[in-house]
T-cell receptor, first 115, second 113 residues
Framework: GDSVTQMEGPVTLSEEAFLTINCTYTATGYPSLFWYVQYPGEGLQLLLKATKADDKGSNKGFEATYRKETTSFHLEKGSVQVSDSAVYFCALSDRSGGSNYKLTFGKGTLLTVNP | DVKVTQSSRYLVKRTGEKVFLECVQDMDHENMFWYRQDPGLGLRLIYFSYDVKMKEKGDIPEGYSVSREKKERFSLILESASTNQTSMYLC????????????FGPGTRLTVL
């Protein structure tokens, strides 16, 4: 079945540091890939997505590139801010199976950015 | 903006009680989902619905049921709450086949004593 493995947290960085959160996936078909973010006390919101190989998703200074050859979708940001402190979830939607509505999530990575 | 609302942010119930969690979305989405979120386990899908009166089991449906009588509303029911159902419950919705993006509500933190 489909699965998503992401970097274990927590991750603690100083403001303006470079961020990478690794994400790899296993899927039977041709998935869409997502990063969701959950700020404290809130639900999840979509951060960025990519729907095919070599696509780059970007938003709010975050980027991730869909790498089919390495089955990866690593999240990066060049300079983090305190306001980026949140839990980040990598997810996939595999459209080749019978249920193309479902998302499979990783376990989440807690990021804390200190001033 | 898409809005997904959940009936309560915090709920405390006793073992054996019947519990209803309500979710409403205002964007005419076909698909609706219920997840539970637990530390170290991420999000796990309980049930989802792709149309009114239609439902499918997710990965962990045991101990739960759902109801979707109207397109905008999706209810999660705990028939007899147990302490291992203490969790954060998240509702989400999405269009049928557009971009697969799911839109989430703020969550209900349920404590079963």
């Amino acid at each position: 079945g489909d699965s998503v493995t992401q970097m274990e947290g927590p991750v603690t960085l100083s403001e303006e540091a470079f961020l990478t959160i690794n994400c790899t996936y296993t899927a039977t078909g041709y998935p869409s890939l997502f990063w969701y973010v959950q700020y404290p006390g809130e639900g999840l919101q979509l951060l960025l997505k990519a729907t095919k190989a070599d696509d780059k998703g970007s938003n709010k200074g975050f980027e991730a590139t869909y790498r089919k050859e390495t089955t990866s979708f690593h999240l990066e940001k060049g300079s983090v801010q305190v306001s980026d402190s949140a839990v980040y979830f990598c997810a996939l939607s595999d459209r080749s199976g019978g249920s193309n509505y479902k998302l499979t999530f990783g376990k989440g990575t807690l990021l804390t950015v200190n001033p | 903006d898409v809005k997904v609302t959940q009936s309560s942010r915090y709920l405390v119930k006793r073992t054996g009680e019947k519990v209803f969690l309500e979710c409403v979305q205002d964007m005419d989405h076909e698909n609706m989902f219920w997840y539970r979120q637990d530390p170290g386990l991420g999000l796990r899908l309980i049930y989802f619905s792709y149309d009114v009166k239609m439902k499918e089991k997710g990965d962990i449906p045991e101990g739960y049921s759902v109801s979707r009588e109207k397109k905008e509303r999706f209810s999660l029911i705990l028939e007899s709450a147990s302490t291992n159902q203490t969790s954060m419950y998240l509702c989400a919705s999405s269009y049928e086949r557009s971009t697969d993006t799911q839109y989430f509500g703020p969550g209900t933190r349920l404590t079963v004593l």
